[in-house]
Structure formats: C-alpha cells, structure tokens
C-alpha cells in the first residue's frame, strides 16, 4: 500500500509539473508552418481537407471561438486530450498489472518525451494517439469480456482516429493482426457487438472518402504515394538510434524486451500482455521496415508512438525484474529526456536564445520570424493604399499571415513547397491560388529561405513572369536572416521590362563559425539581376565596419548562375579587410549592406565567427 501511494504521489506530482510548464511553453511558443494552416481549414470548414480528415481543423477553430485568435487557444483542445492521456494509461494498466504498475505507467507517459510533448503544438498526433489509446483499452477488456460498454469505447476510438489522420489506417491494421494472433481475440472476432463498433470506425472514413472521390484522390495520392519515393534508402538504418534517443536509451530496450516476450510467447502470459506487446511490436517493427522506402525528407520520428503507448502499459511489470540501479538509471534518463525537449520548446520560444542556432542546420526556422513579418506587414500597407492587397508566395506565408492578421483568405501563389505538402488541391478550392494577374495594389510577401538556395534565383525569374519586374524589396531578416523575408510593394498594373530580382550573395571567405585572430579578411561575390549593384558594405553585428572593393573579376559565378542577366558579369566579386583589434573577443556575426542600382538596400543574412586574442 505503502509503494501504491508513493507510486501515486510521484504521478501527480510529474504531471502537475509538465502540465503547468507545457501550458506556460505553448503560451509563447510560436505557431508552427503546420499549425497555421489547420488554423486556416478551421475558418474554411468542411468534413475533410487534401491533407488531413476534418477533426484537428475543428479543433483549433474550437480553440480560437472559445479562447480568441491566440496560440494558448488555438492549442488548448490539444493540450487537454494531452493531458488526459498519462491517466487513460494509468487506467489501462492498473487494470491488468494493479494499482502500483498503473501509476507508473503514468509516469512513464508523462516522461517519455514522444508522448509527454504532446499538445504543445496543435497537431493531428494528439486526437490520433488519444484514439489510440481508447483502441487499446477496449481491445483488452474485450479480450476478457465482450460487453457493450468495451464495444463502444472501440467504436468512440476508432471513430477519433479516423477523424484524425490518414496514418490510423495502420492503426487499424496493426490491432486487426493483434487479435488474430492470439486465440482469445479471434474469438471475439465472432461477436456481433464487434462488427457493430467496426462498423461504426469504418463509417467515420467516410467524409475523408467522399472528399477524395470527388478531388481524383488527390489526398490519397499525397500520403501514398507523391510523399514517399517507394525505393530503398539505407538511411532507414538510423531509425534504432534516433528512436531510442527520442523515447531514451534504457526505455527503448524496455520496449523492445516487452515486444520480444510477447512475440515469443506460447500462452504462458495473460492474453491482454501479449496484445499489448504484440500490437506495439508490430506497430514498431512495421514502421522500422517502411523507413527504408518512405519519405525520409519531413518528420516521421514520431510516427511509432502509438505502437509505444501500448507497449508502455506493460513496462512498470517489467521493470520490477530489473536490478534497482538499473530501474532508477531508465527513470533518471527518462526525466533527463523530458526535461531537454522541454528546453529545446522553451529556446525556440525565446527569440535571443534561438537567435544563437541561425547557422546551424538544426535551426528551427518554421517557428520563427511570423510576429516580425506581421508587424513589417501591417507598417507596409499602411503606407499603400486601402484597398491593397495581400499576397503570398507560398502557403506557409499565407497562413501564418493568416493567423496573425485575422484573416483566412490571404491568396497564395503556385509553389513547390504547396505540392510537397499536399496544401495546393485545398489552395485550389479555396480559389485561392493565385496566377499572379491583379487589378488592385498588392503586397507580395517571398519567404526567400524557404528554397534551397540554388533554387532561389530560378524563384525570381518564375515571381518575374507572374507578377512582372520587381521593384525594391523591404527586407526583414529575423534571428540574423535564419528566416529572411521579402516586401514587394506591387503597383495596380502589371509593369513590363526585363526581371528586376532581389540581390544575391556569397561569402567565400570567411567560413561559417570560422575562429579568427587580427584582420579578418572578407572575399565572395554578389549581383542583382536586371540592374546590378552600385556596392558592398561589411556590416558586423549590424553596423558598418567596411566599404567592400566591388567589381573584382569572378567568371565562375555567371557559369553556375546561367540565367542571371546583372550587366556587370563577370565583374560581381567584391573583398573587404576590417581591423578587429578593437572588438571585444567572442562571438560576432559578419553580414553585408547590398545597394542596388535601382536605389534598393538589402541585408544580407548574417553568419557567425568568433574572434580570439
């Protein structure tokens, strides 16, 4: 009894702890790209969307009708389901393995930091693993006792899902194999009040169904097919070592131990341990094989939590064979775990603290930069005319601006990254893909780092041929240009004449995050197609330390840039020597001040260097 409080006490203490700290997070914590545009098919509502089934757009249209166009409340129908989840898995497992095992099933639900993250960004994982976990609960009190109650939780359960995501189809099929491996669950299999729940699982795909029936299966398209390259890739292999630093080293090898002893059972454990631990078995083992032919370029880490909140429910059992030191290294590193997701969330929620990761591959650029972009927004067409309007130049634009602006009809011109995340069917029937013709002022909004920057001049000439020549942009560089954005102020009629493009730049020396002593010698080149560029300012934590020598030969930047037409080729090069005697050792960030010959000024995107005596 003594060991069941304790066990108790240590639950509602973590998840009081993680609960109140994730809702402070969530608070502050930048809308992501993903977020937003659920937002968006929230105030466009409809039963399904080409990228998901209707439940987590109604979500956050619950949220923000409830709570007001805030990210608290747009997340907060997210963030409860979250936190509903340690006790509907405490639940399930005091069932079958007694009180003590179930809170602490608890506790390693609130710890492990796949499922303990949950709801701190509104996305469709919660309301799935929600779902997922009624499935499991009804699944094994139905493996004891087929009864209407258990049959309508499943049906409740897989009613959620398939509101949920396209990915609980796997679900389904991993809990169907479940039950025919074991004896006990072919047999209720037989049940009439079975086939009534499924039934009524299967007639919630319908809405996703019908939408796909009358669009050419342009969802199932997406999610099947156009999203993955279907052929083997070795990078597959990393699937072991990222899970097992996602859900923690000692965990993960619980995990596995669960699935190992369920697999090769021959009925000498209760039925409900070998459905818990084949389901996620199965579940684990099925996305582990389909990392090496799926899509490998969007997350996909998370994708095997429901298979680990099943075998989850099975771990506090198993742990109690373990030695003491070994049960208290799991818990310690769990919590560690936990604790640096957690203050992964909280840097990215800090502006000066993400500031510092502008460089790094790893830079979280899909939250950052919206509040910045929004307020250059709003100066900008207060300086246009009223009826301006706004456009996009690709969806996460639309909708982040969208969100920030109150308003969900911001048009978005045709764009890679629409077609790469199944947004642009939905743009297209919500008539708002744009072809770029216009007979009002516009406000063309580019997210220039969103492209790859060998793409990025191609996109230019492509804005070019839509929009005509582009006049100078305002530019709005956030985190050191780690998201960099780009204002065209369009006038009613389109112009003609040759591209004007925004200006282009590369420093060749010095390297990124380069350690330097003395002079720092600076070398690259820059142009701007259509008219060329005037100079080159240094700048050094924003301000000006150097006059760039511009005009140096550079031939080799016209053969890789072919379709570049600045007049000036081959003539683009540009150097610059600035004494740093004077400057404080440490970390700086070196930029350049482009000046065009069209009267435009253009930051640059900063890079950092550290300077030593």
């Known amino acids: 009894m003594r060991e069941e409080q304790r066990a108790k006490q240590i639950f ?111 996305l469709p994982d919660v309301p799935m693993a929600f779902a997922t976990v009624l499935c499991l609960d009804a699944g094994a009190r139905l493996l004891r006792e087929v009864d209407s109650v258990s049959a309508a939780e499943l049906a409740l359960g897989l009613a959620i899902g398939a509101l949920s995501h396209y990915r609980f189809i796997g679900v389904i099929g991993v809990g169907f194999l479940a039950l025919l491996w074991l004896p006990e669950g072919r047999r209720l299999l037989r049940d009439a009040r079975v086939w009534v729940a499924l039934a009524f699982g299967i007639a ?116 109690r064979e373990w030695p003491r030191a070994l049960r208290a290294a799991t818990w310690l590193l769990i919590g560690a775990g936990m604790t640096l997701m957690l203050a992964y969330y909280l840097t990215v ?61 911001i048009a978005v011109l045709d764009h890679p990254l629409n077609h790469k995340h199944g947004r642009a069917p939905q743009l297209r029937l919500w008539g708002l893909q744009s072809d770029g013709t216009r007979d009002a002022p516009t406000l063309l909004v580019v997210a220039a780092s969103e492209l790859p920057y060998k793409s990025l001049l191609a996109h230019y000439h492509s804005l070019c041929r839509r929009v005509g020549p582009l006049p100078p942009p305002q530019v709005g560089n956030t985190d050191h240009g780690g998201q960099r954005f780009l204002l065209f102020a369009l006038p009613a009629r389109r112009t003609e004449g040759e591209c004007t493009a925004p200006a282009m730049a590369w420093l060749d020396t010095p390297a990124s995050g380069a350690t330097l002593e ?53 003539a683009v090069g540009f150097r610059a020597s600035v004494d740093t005697s004077a400057l404080a050792p440490g970390r700086h960030w070196l930029g350049l001040r482009l000046h065009g010959r069209d009267g435009s000024v253009e930051d640059w995107s900063e890079q950092p260097l550290t300077l030593r005596r």
């Open 12 to 122: 509602l203490a973590l998840w009081t702890l993680a609960t109140v700290i994730k809702v402070l997070i969530a608070a502050r914590l930048p809308l992501f790209v993903d977020e937003a545009f659920y937002w968006q098919e929230g105030r466009h509502l409809a039963a399904a969307y080409s990228d998901l089934p209707g439940l987590t757009a109604w979500m956050t249209r619950l949220g923000t009708e409830l709570g007001g166009p805030h990210v608290l409340a747009l997340r907060a129908p997210f963030l409860l389901l979250a936190a509903l989840l340690p006790w509907l898995v405490a639940h399930i497992a005091a069932r079958w393995f007694g009180d003590t095992a179930g809170w602490r099933a608890g506790s390693l639900v609130v710890l492990m930091p796949l499922s303990g993250t949950l709801g701190l960004l509104a």
């Open 204 to 319: 919630a795909w319908a809405p996703l169904l019908a939408w796909n029936l009358e669009y050419a299966d342009a969802g199932l398209r997406f999610q099947l097919v156009e999203r993955h390259p279907w052929a083997f890739h070795a990078s597959g292999a990393w699937f072991l070592l990222i899970q097992a630093a996602l859900v923690t080293p000692l965990l993960f090898v619980a995990l596995l131990q669960v699935s190992g002893r369920a697999l090769s059972d021959r009925g000498g454990m209760p039925a409900q341990w070998r459905y818990f631990g084949v389901l996620g078995a199965v579940s684990t083992l099925g996305f582990f094989v389909l990392g090496f032919f799926a899509d490998v370029e969007r997350v996909s880490f998370h994708w095997t939590l429901p298979g680990y909140l099943a075998l989850i429910v099975a771990v506090p059992a198993l742990l």
């Open 349 to 409: 929620s800090v502006p000066q603290w993400r500031a510092q990761f502008a460089a790094e591959k790893f830079y979280p650029s899909n939250f950052a930069g919206w509040d910045q972009l929004a307020a250059a927004v709003r100066e900008q067409r207060a300086r246009m005319p009223a009826e301006t309007r706004l456009l996009a130049d690709n969806f996460k634009v639309g909708a982040e601006l969208g969100f920030a602006l109150d308003d969900a009809d």
């Open 518 to 570: 003395g002079r720092l010698d600076i070398a690259g080149w820059a142009f701007k197609d259509g008219v060329g560029l005037e100079r080159v300012e240094v700048l050094l934590d924003g301000k000006v330390v150097a006059q760039a020598q511009y005009g140096l030969d550079s031939p080799g930047v016209a053969a890789y840039w072919k379709i570049s037409t600045d007049p000036q080729h081959p």
